[in-house]
């Protein structure tokens, strides 16, 4: 006779025996999180029923992916990316109320201490583009003003590349700054009309897309963090309706309250656009904050 611990293994039970063997005084989240992980994979590989050789090929796929990470490259991020994965979970974490604006991924060109610019500058240093003031306020649900506000962005220049990408080509902190919100809560700065770019496509991912049918671009954006003492931050994109890419973004970070109204000026600026020449674009855009909540 036979004696079990544990179940012994079979097709039909197989998630059953593997969750069983976790030990009974393991932290409670990862026994949940495992469960689950283990309950989905094992149901997904009785779906697929793949072969030997199939399954042999996801683990090269896998092993690829970790091979092509490095100090500057994550293609694990980027595969997690591609999937929905990143936007799902930011999404998750981050679940606020009606009106209040809507995060996005933060994305892997973010750099730290831009520099700080009064109301009204121009961040594009390199000259490139169609010119773009935005403008508009950081406000509360309630719709106060929020006074102080930090207001951080960053996008690419009009050939498809932050700055970070192009080292000695571009000026350095080219189309990044940081604006403070009045006393009245309104920004304002003048940039360039972004642009559609392709993320890194020559690694395991970009082959994995290409099975998919898919392609590798990111619909044009513009990065922002807004944060304000007493507010939970903000960190989101902004996107012109006409991309082309709008409804195909790569990495899924796209939401519909998040592309904005791009008006076409045919006339010089006049007041606090002084000096912009026509044609240019103009932006008008309001962020809504929500409170933190009590610890």
């Known amino acids: 006779m036979i004696r079990e611990k544990y179940p012994l293994f079979s097709e039909e039970n197989s998630e059953a025996v593997v969750n069983a063997r976790m030990g009974g005084d393991i932290d409670p989240r990862v026994r949940q999180v495992m469960s689950a992980i283990v309950r989905h994979l094992h149901a997904a590989v009785k779906e697929i029923e793949p072969t030997p050789d199939e399954w042999l090929a996801a683990i090269d796929f896998l092993t690829k992916t970790g091979q092509m990470c490095n100090e500057w490259r994550q293609e694990f991020?980027?595969?997690?990316?591609?999937?929905?994965?990143?936007?799902?979970?930011?999404?998750?974490?981050?679940?606020?109320?009606?009106?209040?604006?809507?995060?996005?991924?933060?994305?892997?060109?973010?750099?730290?201490?831009?520099?700080?610019?009064?109301?009204?500058?121009?961040?594009?240093?390199?000259?490139?583009?169609?010119?773009?003031?935005?403008?508009?306020?950081?406000?509360?649900?309630?719709?106060?003003?929020?006074?102080?506000?930090?207001?951080?962005?960053?996008?690419?220049?009009?050939?498809?590349?932050?700055?970070?990408?192009?080292?000695?080509?571009?000026?350095?902190?080219?189309?990044?700054?940081?604006?403070?919100?009045?006393?009245?809560?309104?920004?304002?700065f003048r940039s360039v009309k972004p642009r559609y770019y392709p993320i890194p496509d020559d690694g395991p991912v970009g082959k994995l897309l290409g099975k998919l049918g898919r392609h590798p671009n990111r619909a044009a954006h513009i990065h922002f963090i807004v944060t304000a003492e007493g507010y939970e931050p903000v960190i989101t994109h902004i996107f012109p309706p006409d991309c082309e890419f709008l409804d195909q973004d790569a990495v899924f970070g796209v939401k519909k309250s998040l592309v904005a109204d791009f008006v076409k000026r045919q006339e010089d600026g006049t007041g606090e656009d002084e000096g912009l020449l026509a044609p240019y674009w103009q932006v008008n855009w309001d962020f809504v904050l929500t409170r933190k909540k009590a610890a």
């Open 77 to 188: 991020i980027l595969l997690s990316d591609i999937l929905g994965v990143s936007m799902l979970v930011d999404s998750i974490n981050h679940r606020r109320p009606s009106g209040a604006t809507e995060n996005t991924i933060l994305g892997p060109f973010y750099v730290p201490e831009a520099p700080r610019y009064p109301r009204g500058s121009n961040i594009c240093l390199d000259g490139k583009g169609e010119p773009l003031v935005l403008g508009g306020f950081v406000r509360d649900t309630e719709g106060n003003p929020v006074p102080g506000a930090l207001i951080d962005v960053w996008q690419t220049n009009d050939d498809g590349f932050y700055d970070v990408q192009q080292k000695g080509t571009q000026p350095d902190w080219n189309l990044r700054g940081v604006f403070t919100s009045g006393e009245d809560g309104g920004f304002r």
